[in-house]
Structures are given as structure tokens and as C-alpha cells.
T-cell receptor, first 117, second 114 residues
Framework: GAVVSQHPSWVICKSGTSVKIECRSLDFQATTMFWYRQFPKQSLMLMATSNEGSKATYEQGVEKDKFLINHASLTLSTLTVTSAHPEDSSFYIC?????????????FGPGTRLTVT | AQSVTQLDSQVPVFEEAPVELRCNYSSSVSVYLFWYVQYPNQGLQLLLKYLSGSTLVKGINGFEAEFNKSQTSFHLRKPSVHISDTAEYFCAVSDMDSNYQLIWGAGTKLIIKP
């Protein structure tokens, strides 16, 4: 149980276009999801906390107008990279706290590799 | 503020040798501790976690870690590594007030030499 999926697993887009990445909790409900960005050979950087039915909370330095997050249901959060540029190329990972409240464990999606040309 | 330190960016070790990956954290409250593994071009997988109870935690793939509160450490160990253990290993911490947010170490790349 507690599986998180992401789609697409990789995407190539042209500079100036927008890309949407989906994060789904497959067998449990997630009122909170996290979006991370990972640069090559580096650790994960938390971008934002996605909250079902309310606005996302962005970390300092993350442009909320560029990285649009929508958490419209208890099993789906989306990250849209708007007007993408080559510097947005990265590995994007989502996660959700598991269904067992006291576990404080996050379950991670497999990641989406975005390449902007 | 909490922080997590993984002192070794890379650890090379021969196959079948033991390995220890170090993790130290700073926190003034009770913490939950995690080790995640990331295989090349893949997402993150939980290796093991410490929430409470026994300070020696056993995880998947033969890994274990020991929580040492006095030294604020949570080092990961395996008695005999295999080539398939080649991966990036991340230590992470969360606490009661963090709303599930994880504070991450920089990661340690485990390189297995044949």
C-alpha cells in the first residue's frame, strides 16, 4: 500500500511553453503533498507544500507564479511549470505523508525529469 | 533550526566489505529519523526509520541504523555490501512540529568497487 505515482516520468519541452506534472496517491488519501526539486548530484529541495482545497505554501525563493500548484482532490496534486526556461530543467519529485497518521513517513513518487530546450 | 549533516559526499568500498554512512542532526525536540535510498535515475525508497523504542533499527536490504541521542547521530550500516547497493543515500529528519516536512542531508554516494 501507500503508492504515489507521477506522470509523466520524463518530458522535453521548448522554452516558453508550460508543462504540467501530476502526482497521485493511488491507494490512500493525501490532504498534504510535497513538491521537491533535485539538481544533479544534490539533495532534494522542498519547493512547496500542497494542501487539498486551499492554496499551496511555497518555500522562500520559489516563484509561485512560475510553479503553479493545484491540489483539487484528495488523491491528486499538480505542478505546472509556466513559461519554462532551460534553467527549470531538473528532476521534480512529489511525496505524500502515509495513511498511518502517526508514522511521519512520506511516500515518494518516482520523479519527473524535465528538460527544457 | 533543524539541520542534517552527512559528512561524506562519497564513500567507496569494496564489495562484501562493511560500510557505515554517517548522519548527524541538530534538533532541540524529539525527532523522527529516516534513511532513504535513490538508485540511479529513480525516485526515493525508504530504507528504514526511527520513530521511538529500540535505538537499533533494521531496514530493507540488510541495512541497519542506530539512533544515538547523546551524539545526535543516526549512522547507517551494512555488514557486507553488494554491487547492487550502489546508490545515493539520504538521511532526513522530521519532528513533532514540522507538519511532516523533512529536513534533508546532502546525500552520500555509495560506490562499490569490485
Amino acid at each position: 500500500g501507500a503508492v504515489v505515482s507521477q506522470h509523466p516520468s520524463w518530458v522535453i519541452c521548448k522554452s516558453g511553453t508550460s508543462v504540467k506534472i501530476e502526482c497521485r496517491s493511488l491507494d490512500f488519501q493525501a490532504t498534504t503533498m510535497f513538491w521537491y526539486r533535485q539538481f544533479p548530484k544534490q539533495s532534494l529541495m522542498l519547493m512547496a507544500t500542497s494542501n487539498e482545497g486551499s492554496k499551496a505554501t511555497y518555500e522562500q525563493g520559489v516563484e509561485k507564479d512560475k510553479f503553479l500548484i493545484n491540489h483539487a482532490s484528495l488523491t491528486l496534486s499538480t505542478l505546472t511549470v509556466t513559461s519554462a526556461h532551460p534553467e527549470d530543467s531538473s528532476f521534480y519529485i512529489c511525496s505524500a505523508p502515509g495513511p498511518i497518521f502517526s508514522s511521519y513517513e512520506q511516500y515518494f513518487g518516482p520523479g519527473t525529469r524535465l528538460t527544457v530546450t | 533550526a533543524q539541520s542534517v549533516t552527512q559528512l561524506d559526499s562519497q564513500v567507496p568500498v569494496f564489495e562484501e566489505a562493511p560500510v557505515e554512512l554517517r548522519c548527524n542532526y541538530s534538533s532541540s525536540v524529539s525527532v523522527y529519523l529516516f534513511w532513504y535510498v535513490q538508485y540511479p535515475n529513480q525516485g526515493l525508497q525508504l530504507l528504514l526509520k526511527y520513530l521511538s523504542g529500540s535505538t537499533l533499527v533494521k531496514g530493507i536490504n540488510g541495512f541497519e541504523a542506530e539512533f544515538n541521542k547523546s551524539q545526535t547521530s543516526f549512522h547507517l550500516r551494512k555488514p557486507s555490501v553488494h554491487i547492487s547497493d550502489t546508490a545515493e543515500y539520504f538521511c532526513a529528519v522530521s519532528d513533532m512540529d514540522s507538519n511532516y516536512q523533512l529536513i534533508w542531508g546532502a546525500g552520500t554516494k555509495l560506490i562499490i568497487k569490485p
